[in-house]
């Protein structure tokens, strides 16, 4: 399986600065065309919510203070800046082969 | 408007066999390039993929837990169906139904069911 590894594993951020997570996956799960990793938002009692496909293409309806890039094996989520709701917990998930594995989550406090 | 809802029997005991069902609407299960994929969660924990079914019919396990599922769908009905045997406290969790897209992407969930085994 790719195991997909997170970093940090919990953060906090000032309100209107910068979050940036990392994923960095143990093989490639990129093409020149794709980058097969997915964001994902997830509140407390909430199922998680896509902000990004594809490594670094918004999903329709997400604030645009959210951002993804990477390719190869290291892959970024930036948020900014952050407001209060942006306080959550992160993952990333590929769809590289089966099965499709998601990093251990990302916990960002707002200060 | 994509909605999903997961249901299943809540509690159950070790050795049993889980049933679960997705009931959605908003899309067809026959459109190239859809899927619906059940992804389980323990409480305070992270995500798992289990099982995928295709527009195709395609149908994609996890290999760890493979001999235990079995997924199916309803396309008339729009449900699928995930079955895992052999239960025992380890699959505890809340379960989710998401569509799946050809970008390999889930986007929309329903809000879980959560199920509990114990003795």
């Known amino acids: 399986d790719i195991v997909l590894t997170q970093s940090p594993a919990s953060l906090a951020v000032s309100l209107g600065q910068r979050a940036t997570i990392s994923c960095r996956a143990s093989q490639r799960v990129s093409t020149s065309k794709y980058g097969y990793v997915h964001w994902y938002q997830q509140k407390p009692g909430q199922p998680p919510k896509l902000l990004i496909k594809?490594?670094?293409n918004l999903e329709s309806g997400v604030p645009a203070r959210f951002s993804g890039s990477g390719s190869g094996t290291d892959f970024t989520l930036n948020i900014h800046p952050v407001e209060e709701e942006d306080s959550a917990t992160y993952y990333c998930?590929?769809?590289?082969?089966?099965?499709?594995?998601f990093g251990g989550g990302t916990k960002l406090e707002i200060k | 408007q994509v909605t999903l809802k997961e249901s299943g029997p809540g509690i159950l005991q070790p050795s049993q066999t889980l049933s679960l069902t997705c009931s959605f609407s908003g899309f067809s299960l026959s459109t190239s390039g859809m899927g619906v994929i059940w992804i389980r969660q323990p409480s305070g924990k992270g995500l798992e993929c289990l099982a995928h079914?295709?527009?195709?019919?395609?149908?994609r396990y996890n290999p760890s837990l493979k001999s235990r599922l079995t997924i199916s769908k309803d396309t008339s009905s729009n449900q699928v169906f995930l079955k895992i045997t052999s239960v025992d406290t380890a699959d505890t969790a809340t379960y989710y139904c998401?569509?799946?897209?050809?970008?390999?992407?889930?986007?929309?969930w329903g809000q879980g069911t959560s199920v509990t085994v114990s003795s």
């Open positions: 594809y490594a670094s």
């Open positions: 079914i295709y527009w195709d019919d395609d149908r």
């Open positions: 998401a569509r799946s897209t050809a970008t390999g992407s889930m986007d929309y």
């Open positions: 998930q590929h769809s590289w082969e089966i099965p499709w594995t």
